[in-house]
């Protein structure tokens, strides 16, 4: 199959000189007409992510299908796709001439295909003091494109009804399970007075990034679950595999985020819509049946859970990497009783407790892989591990690099956050720290290496 480079190539080739089969005739792009294929208006809620903006930011948004669009030019053979422009209006708001970016397949922006999206913050106070109007008036999009034939080269829809009422919740207990390229997604549902009538998942192969954020992702598969769902295996053809240059299935290696979407519907038009967040990237075919439970990425590059947690058992979960991490449970979380450490590097860690007295993490021991460690105590809400080398090239935007096994001493939800510490980062010890590090080094020493790590000094 060619590269989209390649496709690209080919059919600008045929757009100007085809042969037709039947009449021998040269068939050339032509512009196209401007038509519209839907309208939506809702809230759409978006959980913490690094890719869509606004992400954990409840919004109004307003997107359409529109042809002739970039999409069109590429797949269809249309020649103006990309001179059509959309902007969306308000008789209540005459300053209101926001545009409408194109998200489709071509754009890297995630879309589906001919997609055009723009949305307000509803927490800003200029948003807010509009709200009113935009539920009693629906607002109207105007469409542009110069080249359009037959004259119409603006065309003015109006959207339907916008309804804020109606807001979703955000998944929990999002894992995964499986090695090789046919995982199975899972999660739960809360409890909600608002009607759920669509769940749909969405999966994108993240093309690109930078520290925070996705800067270019492509919607791979996407698809309708049937209500009630609770998961998904990923063990099935992509969606969008017949169209050039994407897979139809899962690569290894490559990084994704899912997007599992709840949505309340009345007769084609969706009301509300919550959209949950999460990233992956598929584990060798040899890890086994484990469960690991995937966490939400923010643009501070922390890594959220929302896990139910039972005291005396342990889960798995797993965020990016670097030099080490910050383990710290959420408000009213039950506290972490105990730790175990993955296989990384030289499996040779350095755990830190919280010192309430200093404001400072303080070193505490030094942990092999597969060494459960128990706070006692009670518990602590908070740790930290580092010690993980730079040449073991933990990335720390891959949520499956340092697979943590944690316990908790109670019952409830874990709502914490795991954040990678880069290469960059300098603990300073204690002058006491530094002592019982010292002292560890020695008597660990000759058993596991001819120099203990430590940390360095400033």
């Known amino acids: 199959m060619p590269t989209p480079g390649a496709y690209r190539l080919l059919l600008a080739l045929v757009a100007t000189a085809t042969v037709?089969?039947?009449?021998?005739?040269?068939?050339?792009?032509?512009?196209?007409?401007?038509?519209?294929?839907?309208?939506?208006?809702?809230?759409?809620?978006?959980?913490?992510?690094?890719?869509?903006?606004?992400?954990?930011?409840?919004?109004?948004?307003?997107?359409?299908?529109?042809?002739?669009?970039?999409?069109?030019?590429?797949?269809?053979?249309?020649?103006?796709?990309?001179?059509?422009?959309?902007?969306?209006?308000?008789?209540?708001?005459?300053?209101?001439?926001?545009p409408l970016q194109f998200v489709g397949l071509q754009s890297g922006g995630g879309g589906v295909k001919n997609e055009y999206t723009t949305s307000f913050n509803l927490a800003n106070p200029s948003v807010q003091s509009q709200l009113a109007a935009w539920d009693a008036t629906p607002f109207a999009l105007r469409i542009e494109n110069a080249s359009a034939p037959g004259g119409?080269?603006?065309?003015?829809?109006?959207?339907?009804?916008?309804?804020?009422?109606?807001?979703?919740?955000?998944?929990?207990?999002?894992?995964?399970?499986?090695?090789?390229?046919?995982?199975?997604?899972?999660?739960t549902v809360p409890d909600t007075t608002a009607p759920i009538t669509n769940i749909r998942i969405q999966l994108r192969r993240i093309e690109a990034e930078e520290p925070g954020r996705i800067t270019a992702a492509t919607l791979v598969h996407q698809a309708v679950l049937p209500l009630g769902s609770s998961g998904y295996a990923l063990d099935q053809a992509f969606s969008n595999g017949g169209l050039p240059g994407l897979p139809s299935g899962l690569e290894q290696g490559r990084k994704y985020e899912v997007a599992v979407i709840l949505e309340s519907v009345e007769p084609g038009l969706i009301k509300g819509r919550a959209r949950t967040f999460f990233e992956f990237t598929p584990l060798a075919d040899d890890a086994g049946n484990k469960t690991i439970y995937l966490p939400s990425v923010d643009s501070a590059g922390n890594f959220n859970f929302d896990i139910e947690v039972k005291a005396g058992e342990t889960i798995l979960i797993d965020p990016v990497v670097a030099v080490g991490y910050d383990y710290q449970i959420g408000s009213g979380d039950p506290l972490f009783a105990s730790v175990t450490l993955p296989n990384v590097g030289d499996g040779i860690f350095e755990l830190w407790l919280y010192d309430l007295n200093i404001a400072d993490f303080v070193f505490e021991t030094l942990l092999d892989a597969g060494q459960r460690f128990d706070f006692g105590g009670g518990g602590v809400d908070r740790f930290r591990v580092l010690g993980i080398e730079p040449s073991?090239?933990?990335?720390?935007?891959?949520?499956?690099?340092?697979?943590?096994?944690?316990?908790?001493?109670?019952?409830?939800?874990?709502?914490?956050?795991?954040?990678?510490i880069t290469a960059n980062f300098t603990p300073v010890p204690e002058p006491s720290s530094l002592a019982l590090l010292i002292v560890a080094a020695l008597a660990l020493g000759g058993t596991r290496r001819s120099c203990c790590r430590r940390p360095p000094l400033r």
């Open 152 to 187: 119409e080269t603006t065309k003015w829809v109006t959207a339907p009804d916008y309804d804020s009422s109606v807001n979703l919740p955000f998944l929990q207990d999002v894992a995964i399970t499986g090695g090789g390229l046919a995982p199975t997604l899972s999660w």
């Open 392 to 420: 073991a090239g933990l990335d720390p935007t891959d949520v499956q690099a340092f697979v943590t096994e944690i316990g908790f001493v109670g019952s409830g939800r874990f709502t914490g956050r795991m954040t990678p």
């Open 20 to 98: 037709s089969s039947s009449h021998g005739a040269v068939i050339a792009s032509q512009p196209a007409d401007i038509a519209v294929g839907w309208v939506q208006v809702f809230n759409d809620r978006l959980g913490y992510g690094r890719f869509f903006a606004g992400a954990g930011t409840d919004r109004l948004r307003v997107s359409a299908s529109v042809v002739p669009s970039p999409d069109t030019d590429f797949y269809d053979q249309s020649s103006n796709g990309d001179e059509t422009a959309i902007f969306l209006t308000h008789p209540s708001t005459p300053a209101l001439n926001a």
